[in-house]
């Protein structure tokens, strides 16, 4: 049971818009701790795709992009295509305990 | 760019102690904190600690009484020492630089290695 709520699969088909849900609480997104994104294509390490709730690294495309309120944050991929098929994971800090930093349980992606 | 690679034993017997070390190149392990990260075969990923390179540490509620983090400036290599392991322990690990906050994002990550434990 992750502390990080997503959703386990989405689909798309190429083009479209799709958006991947992470919902918290008041101890990790809820607090105000940043929200980020990592994308882990298929055999492969993860990879940050979106840092400080809503800022891309250098060369990750402006399709991606996210956003927080609440006790939660999502993450928005426009213009979907092949290449964005693989596993997308959350991560914030959460100050439950002695605190510790914690991840969604994954969304698989699926392009149709 | 910083680049880290794992090494250890990819079999482990119950009860014993997982060793591995991450070896980081193309920059220097003092002044950054660094992560061991672990994901189960089809599930997801589960922080385990971190250590600055002065050797602080910081470790998972969850995993605090069997992990052990480590650092060799001079090697520029950091370690994880996990002991008493049972199958659920049976991951890829990886390790990754930062994070260095609360409020921060670990990157980059190294391949990672798996780890089976099996008798």
């Known amino acids: 049971q992750s502390v990080l709520t997503q959703p386990p699969s989405v689909s798309g088909a190429p083009g479209q818009r799709l958006t991947i849900s992470c919902t918290g609480s008041s101890s990790n997104i809820g607090a105000g701790y940043d929200v980020h994104w990592y994308q882990q294509l298929p055999g492969a390490a993860p990879k940050l795709l979106i840092y400080?709730?809503?800022n891309r690294p250098s060369g990750v495309p402006d399709r991606f992009s996210g956003s927080k309120s609440g006790t939660s944050a999502s993450l928005a991929i426009t213009g979907l295509q092949a290449e964005d098929e693989a596993d997308y994971y959350c991560?914030?800090?959460?100050?439950?305990?002695?605190?510790?930093?914690?991840f969604g349980g994954g969304t698989k992606l699926t392009v149709l | 760019q910083v680049q880290m690679q794992e090494s250890g034993p990819g079999l482990v017997k119950p009860s014993e102690t997982l060793s591995l070390t991450c070896t980081v190149s193309g920059g220097s392990i003092s002044s950054y904190y660094w992560s061991w990260i672990r994901q189960p075969a089809g599930k997801g990923l589960e922080w385990i600690g971190r250590?600055?390179?002065?050797?602080?540490?910081k470790y998972n509620p969850s995993l605090k009484s069997r992990v052990t983090m480590s650092v060799d400036t001079s090697k520029n290599q950091f370690s994880l020492k996990l002991t008493s392991v049972t199958a659920a322990d049976t991951a890829v690990y990886y390790c990754?630089?930062?994070?260095?906050?609360?409020?921060?994002?670990?990157?980059?990550w190294g391949q990672g290695t798996l780890v089976t434990v099996s008798s």
């Open positions: 250590i600055y390179s002065s050797g602080s540490t």
């Open positions: 991560q914030s800090y959460d100050s439950g305990l002695s605190g510790s930093w914690v």
């Open positions: 400080g709730n809503g």
């Open positions: 990754a630089r930062g994070p260095p906050g609360w409020y921060n994002w670990i990157d980059p």
